[in-house]
């Protein structure tokens, strides 16, 4: 048995280790998830406090999903850890981590079968994209023998002094099926590259030192075991998918202004539904530059009631932006239940002008198409409306507005000299927007091409695809 001085001077070199390694994933520019799961939620509270403790708090962010907490009632399940995402130098502790909480929901038979399966898989891709984007992620699981467990419950639920609130989840994991549970999913979820490693509980300040370890370990060998997730750069050009087109249709003055009218009334009444309804909707409006996207916009939008939309532009990501992975900041823009969120260009950027511009490595943007259709996926198992736009207009057509513009004076603010410098790069860009529609149109969430050359026809035909889109899913 180790002695009580052995055991503090372990503790307190244990601390040196830690903030050195802190230090070095400061020094390398990298982010840090440390995950605490297992059937000791209490435990992995208290753990979580030490690590605060040990490692330089300014830099380290506790993440705990809260299951009661209105919040998360219709967001995605992985919601709440990526609002929580690390930038790089620093380190986010996630308390009732996602394998623990899945585990929760299976023992509440809230997730079977295939539903099941799919957030195991799902977990998986998630713990691989951070790792492949460069985050360490560490996984320690605090296992407790059941009667011990129970016991160290039951003293909780007796004392205020415990300051822990023993609910019916720390209950049923301490059962058999909850137990089995918890470890079936941990086993899905482990594999060679991102491992669980199980850290007995018990005595507290043993337990913190084992795990306290095991973490500096895990830390340290990140960089040599980091995921590689699979990717495919799309081979050879799809079958001219938006050079095909003849002809743009027309639509006139008259024609156009009787269906708008009637498109935004009837979106009006399908948002004012999906509102009551607590039905969330994604609108991704991508094209060339001048294609008329603010336009569809501003038609889209203007008869909603203000309090159940947000429009989001895209530009360029900021410092805090570019310090975490590309899909953050649109994480944080997920809408709210009965919501719709517009964004004049989207998380597309890695696969179109990063790509073309060169500011994203191969690899990177390689590999994006799956990581969007793994997020797109993750937004839509929640019910949620997505639906992307390509609003597609000619070579020619761009460069009649474009001098359209120089001449306005309310539109010239609109042109830079990057605009001609991009248009330069039409081949590339049309490339990269053919492999992305080819990539990414999924049945939960499709693509829609119009063609834009007449400003008219587009506007009307954005309108229409949302206002069919809410419909089948409200019908």
Avoid at 81 to 107: C, E, H, N
Avoid at 149 to 168: F, H, Y
Avoid at 265 to 273: F, I, N
Avoid at 302 to 318: C, K, N, R, S
Wanted: proline residues 4%; hydrophobic residues 40%.
């Amino acid at each position: 048995m180790v002695s009580r001085s052995a055991l503090e001077r372990a503790r307190s070199a244990l601390h040196l280790r830690l903030l050195a390694a802190q230090r070095r994933l400061e020094a390398a520019h990298h982010g840090a998830v440390i995950l605490v799961g297992g059937n000791d939620r209490l435990g992995a509270s208290e753990l979580a406090n030490q690590l605060t403790e040990w490692f330089d708090s300014r830099r380290v962010r506790i993440c705990a999903p809260d299951e009661a907490s209105a919040e998360l009632k219709g967001r995605p399940f992985l919601w709440p850890y990526w609002q929580a995402m690390p930038a790089k130098g620093f380190i986010t502790v996630v308390v009732g981590d996602w394998v623990t909480r899945s585990a929760l929901a299976a023992a509440r038979d809230e997730l079977t079968g295939e539903k099941l399966r799919q957030r195991a898989r799902s977990l998986k891709q998630f713990e691989e994209l951070l790792a492949a984007d460069g985050t360490s992620v560490v996984k320690v699981w605090i296992e407790t023998p059941e009667k011990a467990l129970r016991k160290r419950l039951q003293t909780a639920e007796d004392s205020d002094a415990a300051g822990w609130v023993v609910g019916k989840d720390d209950w049923l994991l301490t059962k058999k099926r909850g137990h089995a549970l918890a470890r079936a999913l941990r086993a899905a979820t482990s594999g060679k590259n991102l491992p669980w490693k199980v850290i007995l509980g018990g005595e507290t300040k043993a337990r913190d030192l084992h795990a306290g370890v095991e973490i500096v370990r895990q830390l340290g060998q990140a960089s040599r075991r980091r995921a590689t997730q699979k990717h495919r750069k799309p081979s050879g050009r799809p079958r001219g998918l938006l050079e095909s087109v003849a002809a743009h249709p027309t639509l006139e003055k008259k024609d156009y202004s009787a269906q708008i009218a009637k498109l935004q009334a009837r979106l009006g009444r399908l948002t004012r539904l999906a509102a009551a309804k607590g039905l969330s909707t994604v609108v991704a409006l991508e094209g060339p530059d001048a294609a008329g996207k603010g336009g569809a916009i501003r038609r889209l939008c203007g008869m909603l009631d203000a309090a159940h939309y947000q429009v989001h532009p895209t530009p360029a990501p900021t410092a805090e932006e570019k310090a975490r992975h590309y899909l953050w900041r649109f994480w944080n823009k997920t809408p709210a239940p009965g919501h719709l969120a517009v964004f004049d260009r989207s998380w597309y950027g890695r696969v179109m002008v990063e790509r073309v511009e060169g500011f994203a490595t191969e690899p990177a943007w390689a590999r994006a198409y799956a990581e969007i259709n793994d997020y797109e996926a993750r937004l839509a198992e929640t019910g949620m409306v997505v639906l992307k736009v390509w609003i597609n207009i000619s070579k020619e057509e761009q460069l009649r507005r474009f001098r359209a513009r120089e001449e306005s004076p309310h539109k010239r603010h609109k042109m830079t000299s990057e605009d001609y410098r991009n248009r330069r790069k039409w081949d590339d860009n049309l490339r990269a927007a053919e492999d992305m529609i080819a990539r990414t149109d999924t049945p939960h969430a499709p693509w829609h091409v119009v063609l834009g050359d007449d400003k008219r026809f587009a506007r009307v035909a954005v309108l229409k695809a949302v206002c069919r889109a809410l419909a089948d899913r409200l019908d």
